[in-house]
């Protein structure tokens, strides 16, 4: 059983660079795919993406490295980790493109 867990990105206006906290569901036993399925990121940049306190990406990962449309199919648009979930947490730490305002989500597909 999969479940996707939403992580809202708000970029204020003004505001360069931002990081983003949030736990992982409790009761899903493992992480398996990030993607981010909206325009909005542009040319974003992750500086850095940590999942229980180690990178899980490589510094500086571009957005549009795990960014997808709605055209394609749901369960193809992750990008694969395999990762445990331990009462897990993950931090993104976003170099925005430009500083107009604006937000977008970043996924996270969790299964049993």
Same mark, same amino acid.
């Given at each position: 059983? #999969?479940?996707? #867990?939403?992580?809202?990105?708000?970029?204020?206006?003004? #505001?360069?660079?931002?990081?983003?906290?949030?736990?992982?569901?409790?009761?899903?036993?493992?992480?398996?795919?990030?993607?981010?399925?909206?325009?909005?990121?542009?040319?974003?940049?992750?500086?850095?993406?940590?999942?229980?306190?180690?990178?899980?990406?490589?510094?500086?990962?571009?957005?549009?490295?795990? #960014?997808?449309?709605?055209?394609?199919?749901?369960?193809?648009?992750?990008?694969?980790?395999?990762?445990?979930?331990?009462?897990?947490?993950?931090?993104?730490?976003?170099?925005?493109?430009?500083?107009?305002?604006?937000?977008?989500?970043?996924?996270?597909?969790?299964?049993?």
């Amino acid at each position: 059983m #999969q479940k996707i #867990q939403a992580i809202k990105v708000e970029i204020p206006n003004g #505001q360069d660079t931002i990081t983003v906290t949030d736990d992982l569901t409790v009761g899903y036993s493992k992480f398996t795919g990030v993607a981010v399925v909206n325009s909005q990121a542009g040319n974003d940049v992750l500086k850095s993406v940590m999942f229980d306190g180690k990178e899980l990406l490589p510094k500086n990962t571009e957005v549009a490295l795990i #960014q997808s449309t709605t055209n394609v199919i749901p369960d193809e648009r992750f990008f694969s980790v395999n990762e445990k979930n331990q009462n897990s947490s993950i931090e993104l730490t976003i170099k925005a493109s430009n500083t107009a305002g604006r937000a977008y989500n970043v996924y996270l597909r969790l299964e049993k």
